[in-house]
C-alpha cells in the first residue's frame, strides 16, 4: 500500500489488493473507496473481492468507478458524500492514485476556504502533478 495524504481525512493510493488490508486498518483507515472501474483490472483485484477483505477486516467499502467520461459534477458529490459519511480517514484508490485525487481537487473548488493554487499544491505535495487540471478548477472557483 502507498497511501498518499491530501488531507488528514483522505488519503489516496494506487491499486491496493487483499493482502494490504491488513495494513490499511493498521494505518487507520476506517473507509476505502474503490474508484477503478472493474474492466481495468483482473478478478482478484476487482471491487467485490477487494469489498470481501475490506468489510471482512470490519472497515466500510464504496464503489465508484471514475473515467475522465465520468469525472462529473454528480460524482464529485457522491465522493464527498462517502468522505463526509465515512467514520474516520478515507483511502481512496484507482491505478495510480491521480483519479482519486482529481475528484478530490474537484470537489474542492466549492470550499470557500481553499484557493486553486492550495489544491495544486496538496496534490503535488503527495507527487500527483495536476497542472493541465489547473484551468477547470480555476473556471470552476469562479
Known amino acids: 500500500m502507498d497511501a498518499r495524504t491530501l488531507t488528514p481525512r483522505y488519503s489516496v493510493s494506487p491499486q491496493i489488493s487483499v493482502e494490504d ?3 490499511i486498518k493498521a494505518a487507520g483507515f476506517t473507509t476505502v473507496i474503490c474508484n477503478r472501474p472493474d474492466a481495468e483490472v483482473p478478478p482478484s483485484h476487482q471491487a467485490e473481492t ?3 477483505a475490506v468489510e471482512d477486516a470490519g472497515l466500510s467499502f464504496q464503489v465508484l468507478p471514475l473515467t475522465h467520461q465520468t469525472m462529473t459534477p454528480e460524482n464529485v458529490e457522491k ?3 462517502f468522505v463526509q459519511s465515512s467514520e474516520g480517514p478515507v483511502l ?4 495510480s492514485g491521480t ?3 482529481v475528484i478530490w481537487a474537484l470537489g474542492q473548488v466549492a470550499n470557500p476556504e481553499i484557493s486553486v493554487d492550495d489544491i495544486m499544491s ?3 505535495e ?6 493541465g487540471l489547473r ?3 480555476e473556471a470552476l472557483k469562479g
Open 50 to 52: 477487494i469489498r470481501a
Open 126 to 131: 503527495a507527487g500527483y502533478d495536476l497542472s
Open 92 to 95: 481512496a484508490y484507482c491505478a
Open 135 to 137: 484551468p477547470t478548477l
Open 21 to 23: 488490508i491488513p495494513a
Open 122 to 124: 496538496t496534490t503535488q
Open 99 to 101: 483519479r482519486c485525487s
Open 79 to 81: 465522493q464527498g458524500a
